[in-house]
């Protein structure tokens, strides 16, 4: 039964999402759940108030490319939505549910929060547009704080108390359900769409006989209807006297009174009152005045003068020329260009997701999306660009770009070209804006409540509440705030271009989404609409980003920098669930590709960087025994590697996989506190040494396994187990040797310091035997975190009878400045015979350390015997590996005389006489007196690591020994490099 449900996607194999829990019936279907709120969303209050002015300004030509460039986003966003809809269930969320599991929770909750505010502020947007229709053009006589005309600080007032009516009735219908909203959209929806069908008919009735509807120009100056209208009659002439009707004048007076000027004449002519001459304006003066047919129509199109832009700045009535408002001249508001309209046309194409929204309530999601955006889209897109094209073709340049209609008396534009009666656009239009005003404040407290449900963003929580009829009423008091805040901007011109980097930066987000999981062929990517292709999604997200730079770039950035805050916000909170999502795919897929090119290329000296195995004993409490083994690590960190804790336990796997578990989140625990770049995993045998051996040689994944191991040195070794854990110290040192691994060995790691403490001091290097340089590179990596920033790198370096330590400490400051380490360097003179540990790494570089003293005695200049001596090194190293096995016989041990490793264990080997274990060690003394005297202040001593014995030889005489030389120092570093070269001097 539990797998029929998952079938069915009711829950989830790991976990059950909150999205598909079972939820009461659903009833909507395409039609009224999808293609109706969709189109009604679509032709809101731009359509109505500023399409005619877009054209006017922008010209056919760049009006076209508006409408079409901005239709085709939404159209290519609309495919997206279609295919990420209908790849599963879909549940309530909306583009939240789509994004988040598709592109993971935090790209989710990052666009779905500012798809929330863009719902949000639109619905402020769709009633200061209907207060607009309201105040301006259906009922300017109910003006509070005075006509439109007036202030603009009037206007915004009066829009500011009737907004806020609109909204708490609008709200009020919200509370009821999404029932009665659906309801009362069917009645707004029959009213737009005979409002549209309106204006088609009034277009195509202007082919047979336009409206007689006239303007009046100056020039190419539009004038208001104020300008030259007394008492309701139209005086549109240049003439210096007219007579009214009620007036019985002589039209041979010379002398008229000055209620029978005519108002243009009045309002650009004064009387000189020095001379009593009548003192014209110059532009008066220059051009007539005209009385023309304000919608030509078809018939005498006037679309060649629409063809172009002309975009003006505050107070211009024409490109470049400012005009006199003061005088009736009709001037713009503000300033205009492409991106201005840009903007401004945007939000009226913004509905696609509108059945999204509501998904939740839908009877198939998966069916009724695709279908009804796809169709709703397509059916505003004819009708934008055909009126687009309609509008240049009929109505005259003037009207066009009168954005208030004050030409015509302060009528709509858009209304005065229809047809029967202009009332019908009027009512549709503003019945358009409380629909979709509903629309908003229905979908976007349900994304508000789906966000906070998935605890993405824990201070959001608090809406995660509905009542028991599943109404969000919290969410809803939320958004109806948020709205009366854009309310009170009181402009749809201001608010339009904030509203689109909202809309925009979600559409880009699908598409993205969509071009993703279609690229990665994730076998759970099977989306049931199958017309999409992964590039139309990747222009459709082009066309959304350049959309939003052209309309406002600053809006932009703001909103970017918005949904990064909030991506990293959701990342450091931490999503408590995962969907799996298409990041992840594609992080899967990056992270293959880079393993196959590590695999099949040589690793290069250049790109050496420790990749590090660290050995952790936990106690019964998964509490780790030496914690700061791991803080160590993480010191390391600027080396760039990766990092695999590894804990060892004794036991029965099938029986202890609870204890595994525990034990593998303990060590993830560790990874976070210390903040390790890395992972964690645990091993659970009845094996240990061999488990050891194997998980050496198989850890790591291709070209990304260890090349370092960390064990920390067994403090409570004298004691009576001491036996197993020196045998699993030393096995581990030999493992690794075979392996090919460097070994690191803290000593006393628990006096190690921690990532919050600073030292400051020397760290101290012996380098005893040349290993690779991995000496010199491990203080310089340490040197880069905040912990050791302070120290300074002294290096010591032991020589023989038979060299020149004075031309040998030239030559090494040269080779360590060429290495680009800061460092001072110093020579120890010592027998050979004070360092027997080293014996075997000594003579099997023997040649190699004799061709690097002959290249630094060469007289050369700084960089060439530099680079000599790096050439040396590396030559020398594949020397060594290529006769290697000539030197087998020097093997080192405290309990045996070097003896071949092939040859039997004798009866010395097995009990060396203790006088030579009292020499030996005694060389230990000499040698830990030697450091003792030069490193006992330092804050940390790297050295390195002698040969381990073999297998079955005396472990304890080599750890006495190794704890002999440590012995008084404050921290102690053991390094046993693999001869493979790790430093450079070359770039």
Not at 620 to 639: C, M, R, W, Y
Not at 666 to 676: D, E, Q, R, Y
Request: with cysteine.
């Amino acid at each position: 039964m539990q797998f029929i449900k998952n079938m069915n996607g009711t829950a989830s194999p790991a976990k059950v999402e909150p999205a598909t829990k079972q939820k009461p019936e659903k009833k909507l279907n395409t039609l009224m759940g999808v293609y109706l709120p969709s189109l009604e969303h679509i032709f809101g209050i731009i359509f109505f108030i500023r399409l005619t002015w877009i054209v006017g300004t922008g010209g056919l030509v760049e009006s076209f490319f508006i409408a079409f460039l901005c239709c085709l986003a939404t159209f290519l966003t609309a495919v997206s939505i279609s295919a990420v809809a209908t790849n599963g269930v879909m549940a309530g969320g909306g583009p939240y549910f789509l994004i988040s599991r598709n592109l993971g929770q935090e790209f989710g909750g990052a666009v779905g929060i500012l798809y929330y505010l863009g719902i949000t502020v639109e619905a402020g947007l769709y009633i200061i547009g209907g207060v607009e229709l309201l105040l301006r053009y259906m009922a300017p006589q109910i003006n509070i704080f005075g006509h439109a005309e007036h202030t603009a600080e009037n206007v915004f007032n009066n829009f500011r108390v009737y907004g806020t009516v609109i909204l708490a009735v609008l709200f009020v219908c919200v509370f009821l359900g999404v029932r009665f909203v659906s309801a009362i959209g069917a009645v707004s929806f029959l009213a737009v769409t005979l409002a549209i069908l309106a204006i088609y008919a009034g277009i195509l009735k202007t082919a047979i006989a336009p409206p007689d509807l006239k303007i009046c120009m100056l020039g190419n100056r539009l004038l208001s209807s104020h300008a030259f209208t007394v008492n309701g009659q139209v005086l549109c002439t240049k003439e210096r006297f007219c007579f009214h009707e009620s007036v019985n004048a002589s039209r041979n007076s010379t002398n008229g009174t000055l209620d029978e000027l005519c108002p243009i004449f009045e309002r650009y002519c004064n009387i000189d009152n020095a001379t009593g001459d009548w003192q014209c304006d110059a532009y008066f003066e220059k051009h007539e005045v005209q009385y023309v047919d304000a919608i030509p129509g078809l018939k005498n199109s006037p679309i060649s003068r629409n063809a172009w832009s002309k975009y003006t700045q505050t107070g211009e009535f024409y490109p470049g020329e400012a005009g006199d408002a003061k005088r009736g001249e009709v001037v713009s508001d503000g300033s205009s260009s492409f991106m201005v309209l840009v903007g401004i046309f945007f939000p009226s194409v913004t509905g696609v997701l509108a059945g999204c929204d509501r998904s939740g309530d839908l009877r198939d999601p998966s069916r009724s999306i695709p279908i009804g955006t796809i169709g709703a889209q397509l059916t505003a897109s004819l009708i934008y660009i055909s009126c687009t094209l309609f509008f240049a073709g009929c109505v005259d340049t003037a009207l066009l770009r009168d954005k208030y209609g004050e030409s015509i008396n302060g009528r709509l534009p858009i209304a005065a070209l229809s047809w029967p009666n202009e009332w019908i656009v009027l009512i549709g239009a503003f019945l358009s804006t409380l629909g979709a005003g509903l629309v908003c404040l229905t979908s976007g407290p349900r994304l508000l409540q789906a966000i906070a449900k998935d605890q993405v963003m824990p201070f959001l929580n608090v809406f995660s509440v509905t009542t028991k009829r599943g109404e969000p009423v919290r969410a809803l008091l939320l958004t109806v705030a948020l709205a009366e805040a854009a309310i009170l901007i009181a402009s749809v011109d201001s608010v339009a271009p904030l509203l689109d980097m909202f809309f925009l930066m979600c559409y880009a987000t699908i598409n993205l989404a969509c071009a993703v999981q279609t690229l990665l062929r994730e076998p759970s990517w099977r989306p049931r609409f199958r017309y999409y292709h992964w590039t139309l999604s990747v222009v459709g997200f082009g066309l959304c980003m350049a959309i939003m730079f052209l309309s406002s770039w600053y809006f932009a950035l703001v909103a970017l920098v918005l949904v990064v805050c909030a991506y990293k916000y959701i990342e450091y909170k931490g999503a408590e669930k995962e969907y799996g999502d298409g990041i992840r795919g594609l992080s899967m897929s990056a992270a293959r590709f880079a393993l196959l090119r590590l695999e099949d290329a040589p690793l290069h000296t250049k790109n050496w960087r420790p990749q590090l195995l660290v050995l952790v004993e936990l106690d019964e409490d998964f509490v780790p025994k030496n914690e700061k083994i791991v803080t160590f690590a993480s010191q390391l960190k600027h080396g760039k590697g990766l990092t695999l804790l590894l804990s060892i336990i004794d036991g029965y796997f099938p029986d202890q996989t609870e204890v595994r578990s525990n034990a593998k989140a303990a060590l993830k625990k560790l990874i976070v506190a210390n903040k390790v770049k890395g992972f964690a995993d645990v091993a659970v045998t009845r094996q240990m040494s061999e488990t050891l051996c194997a998980l050496v040689q198989t850890a790591g994944l291709g070209g990304m396994h260890p090349n370092t191991i960390i064990v920390s040195w067994p403090d409570e070794w004298h004691d009576g187990v001491g036996h197993r854990r020196v045998h699993l110290f030393t096995e581990a040192i030999r493992v690794a040797q075979a392996a090919n691994l460097a070994v690191l060995v803290p000593v006393a790691v628990h006096k190690f310091p921690s990532n919050k403490e600073r030292v400051e001091g020397y760290i101290d290097v012996w380098w005893i035997v040349y290993d690779g340089g991995l000496l010199m590179l491990l203080p310089f990596l340490l040197k880069q975190y905040k912990v050791w920033a302070k120290c300074k790198l002294r290096i010591f370096t032991v020589a023989h009878e038979e060299d020149n330590s004075i031309q040998m400490k030239k030559q090494l400051q040269n080779f360590i400045y060429q290495l680009r380490i800061e460092a001072h360097v110093d020579i120890v003179e010592m027998m050979d015979e004070d360092i027997t540990a080293y014996t075997y790494d000594l003579t099997t570089r023997m040649e190699q350390r004799q061709q690097m003293l002959k290249a630094l005695h060469l007289n050369r200049s700084r960089s060439t015997a530099s680079i000599e001596v790096q050439t040396m090194v590396e030559m020398a190293h594949v020397h060594h590996q290529q006769h290697h096995h000539h030197h087998n016989s020097r093997h080192f041990t405290l309990s045996v005389d070097s003896e071949p490793e092939d040859s039997p264990p004798s009866a010395t080997a097995e009990h060396e006489p203790k006088e030579a274990n009292v020499i030996k060690m005694h060389d230990a003394v000499k040698l830990n007196k030697v450091i003792i005297e030069r490193s006992r202040e330092a804050q940390l001593v790297i050295i390195n690591l002698p040969h381990p014995p073999k297998q079955g030889e005396d472990e304890f005489h080599w750890m006495d020994y190794l704890e002999v030389m440590s012995k008084g120092l404050n921290r102690v570093l053991w390094v046993k490099g693999t001869d493979q070269e790790v430093v450079t001097i070359f770039s």
